[in-house]
């Protein structure tokens, strides 16, 4: 979860969800963000189905535990190059070409929306951001800034 992440989440107003989060583990502090724990669990209701490595927010029967507006912009945008060349394959290769573009774009701005946050960051907290209400409220608004000048 990249800073642009965060502060999207803050904009949709579920700050203290954040701050609830990093307390109690599920998301965890790093360099570029919050990582989101990995927990050992099964991925499907099948209690037969080998238990693995997932996102703590992951539920074995389904799915997804948490709304689209607190899931990182890669669980929600993300489209892989399989997705693609099947859409190309099943003779939809135009709309594959737009969505393709759409998709390019908003991994470019996510990740220039992400170098200056960053850099604001380095900036602002060189020790390292606090993670306490009063920075995510800060990223909030540096994030809503950013999406008004795109
Ligand atoms: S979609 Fe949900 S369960 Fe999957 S990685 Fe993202 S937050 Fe975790």
Redesign the pocket.
């Known amino acids: 979860m990249d800073w642009s992440d965060i502060g999207r989440i803050v904009a949709h107003g579920d700050r203290d969800w954040l701050v609830e989060q990093v307390a109690n583990g599920h998301l965890v502090r790093c360099e570029y963000g919050l990582y989101?724990k990995r927990v050992k669990g099964r991925v499907t209701a099948d209690i037969r189905s080998p238990r693995i490595a997932?996102?703590?927010?992951?539920d074995g029967s389904s799915?997804?535990?948490?709304a689209a507006t607190?899931?990182?912009a890669?669980?929600?945008f993300y489209v892989c190059e399989s997705a693609f060349e099947e859409g190309t394959k099943s003779g939809a290769a135009r709309e594959v070409d737009s969505a393709r573009k759409v998709h390019d774009d908003l991994v470019n701005t996510f990740v220039s929306w992400d170098a200056e946050l960053t850099q604001r960051i380095r900036t602002n907290w060189p020790e390292g951001p606090p993670y306490d209400a009063a920075f995510f409220d800060w990223l909030g608004e540096a994030f809503v800034e950013l999406r008004a000048r795109a």
């Open positions: 989101l997932k996102c703590t927010f992951h799915g997804c535990t948490i607190r899931r990182p890669t669980c929600n």
